[in-house]
């Protein structure tokens, strides 16, 4: 896989996720694009980061930019492993945080439990300050409190102290002069403010924003700092970058003080290189897929742009906690080429816990006895143990064979492909479900959309999955084991900013609307690294709106050149389109209201571009590298099946199922009566057969 370059000098992304390590150099001056992968290194990620990169052949030394993205932030919170953290509230508010929105999801389970906050009451303390809605002061904040407060953070050993006063996304007057006393009276403890995170209300929302991003912080410093002093062991001189959950890229200083805006780094990254992978293909938006050896995620592109959302319940809508940024709409499930497959009292149950890179699934050989959904596809013959990651790391069939005939077939009363199989099928069920919140919950029909398949273990179960959800066409992408690590090299470094503005569009001032917009440009243009200026950057707008008498807004995107002070009545005219679209329905003569007001600053940077490959006439049935046996529950039994080699397919091939094909990092799975025909990029575009 080549690449057009540019002018500028070499650059390296690497992703690390809960199994494996992802690493993609790419130099402009030749145009090619080299790949890296190996185990996570869970004790010290970077270990498994540098191990990549020399996988490649590549000097870090000599590289321009380092992008990264990292899955630490997610993992913090999910494991609960993060800082020992208080809170710093107003008066009447310290049980905020627990309370919630008081929502009760499942109405009828007499087993339901709320959600568990990060940081436990009893480390919730109030200082007796006031501001109402406007900003203005009601209660000043007293320096005598604050020495009390300091005082209590030292005899309590605490390690992060999130501040939220209410209203101070109107004047963060007290949150700052509280930061300050506490980092002069406490160095060494890491303080966030709510108003540096997010400046929208809701205090809920912003409370458990606040506190994750206090759990997160130190951990998320100290993982910077090693990887910093990593890189500068290396003898690296240029930029280091870290990928936000905008799909943005953000200066190690700013991601080490918005740790909270790292939360999806890595997919975010693999949605942005959709966008590019479906503009390469005029596609006007995809279902963006990636399974990998943790977990599996889905986002969608839509109208040529990356669907975004306010805000994220990590942990589900159940019993998640809310965070309240602007992030990639992704949503995820704990079933990957790792999650682990069990019988109990339900039956079989595959996820949501992971054998992870250390053991491992049982074929890796490395201490993991338990049955994996790597383990069943190496049973049912769609992984080679002998050509995995390309021959470097061997495969135990025996060992694999050996967890399912214990743990599954015998206690089922199944035979080893019978069980192996029904380990699939459950992940590919579980995996249509994270689809289907990204597309049926969010007003869009799956299948209108072709499924765009990433990840290590995408390509192996996305015919599967786009069945279930009636989807006619799966994309696999060049080099799928490494979409998240070259959806890097095709981000810019982009800074979201949020403002509370509570107003009727009808009373709207257009030179208020226009003022605060111009407010947000020039924290845009401060946010940005040194060097750039503003004439570089280019700014987005939009706004957060609703009807008259709703309590939730929808995200309404400004179109390029939109200016919405002299274009008041537009505005309404561009809600009522994105009401219809999100919820399949609007009110043109109702009346509208502004909650929010959006704006994006961004700085693009040069990218890759994918060139295309050779090509033969269109039709042309390829050669198969190799056959081998492979279980398709059409046949149920093993049957001979023609496999390819990636890199020998040329444009313009055509090739129908049963077949895989296998490349480095990936293997393809074609099932019976699907049709593959290569695209000029070397895309794999595979009808999916209606049964």
């Not at 380092?66 to 809170?87: D, P």
């Not at 399912?404 to 035979?415: F, S, V």
Request: glycine letters at 10%; hydrophobic letters at 40%.
């Amino acid at each position: 896989m080549t690449a057009r370059g540019n002018d500028a000098g070499m650059r390296i992304a690497a992703d690390v996720g809960g199994t494996f390590t992802d690493v993609v150099t790419f130099d402009p001056a030749t145009g090619d694009l080299k790949f890296g992968k190996t185990l996570t290194t869970p004790q010290h990620l970077i270990d498994g980061v540098v191990d990549a990169c020399h996988k490649t052949g590549a000097s870090i030394g000599e590289a321009e930019l380092f992008l990264h993205g990292t899955t630490i932030v997610i993992n913090t919170i999910l494991e609960r492993s993060g800082a020992k953290a208080a809170l710093l509230t107003t008066k009447g508010f310290r049980d905020v945080y627990e309370i919630g929105r008081i929502n009760r999801p499942e109405s009828y389970n007499l087993f339901f439990k709320k959600h568990v906050p990060l940081i436990p009451r009893s480390l919730c303390f109030e200082v007796d300050e006031r501001m109402d809605g406007t900003g203005q002061v009601v209660r000043p904040l007293r320096a005598d409190e604050l020495a009390q407060m300091a005082q209590t953070i030292r005899a309590s050993g605490i390690e992060a102290l999130a501040i939220l006063f209410l209203h101070s996304y109107a004047n963060p007057s007290h949150e700052l002069a509280a930061k300050a006393a506490i980092q002069n009276a406490c160095p060494g403890v890491f303080v966030t403010t709510s108003h540096e995170i997010s400046q929208e209300y809701r205090e809920f929302e912003r409370t458990s924003t606040i506190a994750a991003n206090a759990y997160v912080g130190p951990r998320v410093h100290s993982y910077l700092d090693e990887f910093q002093t990593r890189l500068d062991k290396e003898r690296f001189k240029g930029t280091f970058f870290i990928v936000q959950s905008n799909g943005g890229l953000s200066d190690v200083h700013t991601a080490k003080q918005e740790c909270i805006k790292l939360l999806e780094s890595g997919p975010a990254a693999g949605v942005i290189g959709a966008l590019t992978i479906c503009n390469r293909l005029s596609l006007p938006g995809a279902i963006a897929f990636d399974m990998g050896g943790t977990t599996a995620k889905a986002g969608v592109v839509q109208d040529g742009a990356v669907m975004m959302a306010g805000s994220i319940m990590v942990g589900g809508y159940v019993q998640g906690l809310p965070i309240q940024i602007p992030l990639v709409d992704i949503q995820e499930v704990g079933t990957g080429g790792g999650s682990i497959a069990r019988v109990g009292a339900g039956g079989l149950r595959v996820g949501p816990e992971s054998a992870g890179a250390l053991p491992g699934p049982a074929c890796y050989d490395l201490g993991g006895v338990e049955p994996t959904v790597t383990d069943a596809n190496l049973v049912l013959g769609r992984l080679a143990p002998d050509h995995f990651l390309g021959g470097e790391m061997k495969l135990n069939l025996a060992k694999a064979r050996q967890a399912i005939e214990e743990h599954i077939a015998k206690p089922l009363g199944l035979d080893l492909y019978e069980a192996a199989n029904g380990i699939i099928r459950i992940a590919a069920t579980t995996m249509s479900n994270v689809v289907t919140r990204v597309t049926t919950e969010r007003g869009l029909d799956a299948s209108d959309f072709p499924m765009l398949a990433y990840g290590g273990a995408g390509p192996l179960h996305a015919a599967l999955v786009a069945r279930e959800l009636m989807i006619a066409q799966i994309i696999i992408p060049p080099a799928p084991g490494h979409a998240c690590a070259f959806g890097m090299l095709t981000t810019d470094l982009k800074r979201d900013f949020v403002r509370t503005w509570f107003c009727p569009l009808d009373a709207a001032d257009p030179k208020e609307l226009e003022r605060i917009y111009a407010q947000l440009q020039s924290q845009g243009e401060a946010a940005m690294p040194r060097g750039i200026a503003s004439r570089e950057l280019l700014f987005t707008r939009g706004a957060d709106m609703r009807y008259v008498g709703q309590e939730h807004a929808v995200t309404v995107a400004f179109p390029a050149q939109f200016e919405p002070g002299r274009e008041i009545v537009t505005i309404k005219t561009l809600f009522d389109a994105a009401h219809e679209k999100r919820y399949g329905f609007n009110g043109p003569t109702e009346s509208a209201e502004i909650v929010s007001l959006h704006l994006s600053a961004i700085h693009e940077l040069p990218k890759p571009t994918v060139q295309p490959i050779a090509r033969v006439a269109t039709g042309t049935l390829p050669e198969p590298a190799s056959h081998r046996p492979v279980y398709f529950t059409e046949f149920g039994q093993m049957r001979s099946t023609a496999v390819y080699a990636r890199d020998s397919l040329r444009a313009g091939h055509r090739f129908e199922g049963p077949a895989l094909v296998e490349e480095h990092a990936s293997t393809t799975v074609v099932f019976p009566g699907d049709v593959v025909d290569v695209s000029p990029y070397g895309d794999l575009l595979i009808a999916i057969a209606r049964n």
